[in-house]
């Protein structure tokens, strides 16, 4: 057989693509108009779909009733509390809680370093707002008297704004202490102090370490329905919390559960089929509240703002669980306002719509020279990578702004970002004048092999920057999953224009080395990675989708091209 002969399916195909029409009458436009208005009617639909507001029985911020306690840090931007030096003056935080006494009366407070031992003084000058006085404990036994020093002499000083005293917060639940250590620092602050002594920590590390009960006045767990080994997704997370909840009172007879920590993130990746977004955060918020308003339990969110810093220990996720946004400090969900996961719809429908129409200019731009009509598969493959790219372009641009933390982040996701954006444009000029999509060789390789032009160069240089980043994505859901994000929209952005311009190239040749290291490594992660993440994890599914294509796509690559 020679090995140089086209399958049959491929030769079809490449008379309706690869070989356009030659003639030179003048090109007829109904085709592409019909395709373009087609692909802006789906835009908009999709875009509608997607911003569609939710209705609540209750709104997550009731202006007739407070909520009961939120925790508090007023880390903003840069401030980090992981960062020694990091103070925080009294006018930041006075008008934090300035701000928040208009949802709530109570705060919760880790610690008393970085500027935080004012709060309580803060609270009394501005008035109205109690305090869960918090101590962090940690392997440093030093400091950790210092703490109970400083909370003891605080609790004495201000008694009617700090009602509690919170010693150590999931120091078990990290490792840093052990048990007895644990019980001796409470007992110690507990006969110092006139108001109730609780500890912190993970529903679960109540249970394993039931002697702490004894030492409190009463128990404080943390339900976290999106960080359960077996996430919770958000329309079960009230009756999660309520489930736990009443466990731990059969548990611990005789005392009062406080749940000090409950709520859900606004942004970040799935975990299993517990999705971070804001109306699902608005839902569990809601749901939560309602159910402890009827149950007549006490329950602290966490958390009031937004804290960028916790996106170095927990990836995107961690720095989303705030009723108010870090940057511009508003409330995320105003009472009596719709609640979207796209509150910019229109804006992104409208750049998408743009993108379809810039793509479609693009094609038709580069025909008007040109002494051929492009057949009506090549006029598909512009409407849909224009249209995938237009639906896409706004989640991708959402995406890049939550998901980029630092210099780094912004490269990185700006990058791929912008692949998405250049891929349909590009390919979509190859696609009508029946080019097929170049090699690394074609790029990289020997200078008598290659088959240099501007449009070469561009797209050449898109592919190697995706399959990069694609790459380097895949691996870190094999080796480093929990924190990482699903770079699921811009990647299809740049991904289906490629898989549809490559079926423009005839299988002929050897098949380049790169392209196939590369493919290896996507198909392989994404298999990993469909097993790992679960198959109610659509973000996963649709990454891994993808990856199989680009790896298909780029395993479809030759090193040789049949000369027109």
């Known amino acids: 057989m020679d090995p140089r002969r086209v399958p049959p399916w491929q030769t079809a195909w490449m008379r309706v693509i690869d070989g356009p029409s030659r003639r030179t009458e003048p090109i007829s436009l109904r085709t592409p108009l019909a395709l373009l208005l087609v692909s802006l009617g789906v835009i908009a639909a999709v875009w509608w779909w997607l911003a569609t507001p939710i209705t609540l029985a209750r709104a997550p911020i009731d202006p007739t009733e407070k909520v009961q306690c939120v925790s508090y840090a007023p880390f903003r931007g840069e401030q980090s509390p992981l960062n020694a030096w990091t103070h925080i003056e009294a006018d930041q935080i006075e008008q934090d809680l300035r701000q928040l006494k208009e949802i709530t009366d109570c705060v919760r407070t880790y610690s008393m370093e970085n500027g935080l031992d004012q709060v309580p003084a803060i609270a009394a000058k501005v008035g109205g707002i109690k305090v869960l006085q918090g101590i962090w404990l940690s392997s440093n036994r030093t400091k950790n008297f210092e703490q109970a020093s400083l909370a003891v002499r605080l609790t004495k000083q201000f008694p009617e704004v700090i009602t509690a005293v919170i010693v150590g917060n999931e120091v078990l639940l990290r490792g840093e202490m052990t048990t007895a250590d644990l019980v001796s620092i409470i007992r110690s602050v507990k006969s110092q102090v006139s108001v109730p002594v609780t500890y912190a920590d993970v529903w679960e590390f109540w249970l394993k370490n039931r002697e702490i009960y004894d030492a409190v006045d009463f128990v404080t767990i943390h339900i976290l329905p999106y960080w359960e ?54 839902r569990v918020v809601s749901e939560i509240l309602s159910l402890a308003k009827a149950q007549k339990f006490r329950v602290n969110l966490i958390e009031s703002y937004d804290q960028p810093w916790k996106r170095k220990l927990e990836g995107t996720v961690g720095g989303y669980w705030g009723l108010y946004d870090s940057v511009r400090r508003n409330l995320k969900y105003p009472p009596g306002q719709p609640i979207s996961n796209f509150p910019y719809w229109k804006w992104y429908m409208g750049a998408g719509m743009g993108l379809c129409v810039l793509v479609f200019a693009v094609a038709g731009l580069t025909l008007r020279r040109r002494p051929w009509t492009p057949r009506f598969p090549a006029w598909l493959g512009v409407a849909i990578s224009a249209t995938s790219a237009g639906i896409l372009l706004g989640i991708g641009a959402d995406k890049m702004y939550y998901e980029s933390y630092g210099i780094g982040g912004w490269v990185h996701w700006g990058a791929l970002l912008l692949a998405g954006i250049l891929s349909p444009i590009f390919c979509a000029q190859a696609m009508v004048i029946g080019r097929s999509l170049p090699t690394f060789l074609d790029l990289l390789g020997p200078r008598e092999g290659r088959k240099w032009s501007k449009l070469t160069a561009v797209l050449g240089l ?74 109610e994890n659509w973000q996963s599914l649709w990454t891994c989708a993808i990856y199989f294509l680009f790896a298909l796509t780029l395993w479809r690559a030759r090193a040789e091209q049949i000369q027109e």
């Open 229 to 282: 080994d077996f996430p919770v997704k958000a329309k079960f997370a009230a009756a999660h919390v309520e489930t736990i909840r009443e466990r731990m009172a059969v548990a611990f007879p005789g005392k009062e559960i406080l749940i000090g920590e409950t709520g859900w993130p606004s942004a970040g990746r799935m975990r299993d089929g517990a999705l971070p977004s804001r109306t699902n955060q608005a």
């Open 462 to 535: 898109t592919l190697a920057l995706t399959a990069v980043i694609a790459a380097q994505t895949a691996l870190a859901f094999v080796f480093d999953p929990r924190y990482h994000d699903f770079p699921y929209a811009s990647l299809t952005m740049a991904v289906v224009p490629f898989a549809l311009l490559m079926l423009n190239r005839p299988q002929i040749g050897q098949r380049p080395i790169a392209e196939a290291v590369f493919a290896g490594v996507l198909a392989l992660s994404a298999v990993y990675v469909l097993f790992n993440e679960g198959r």
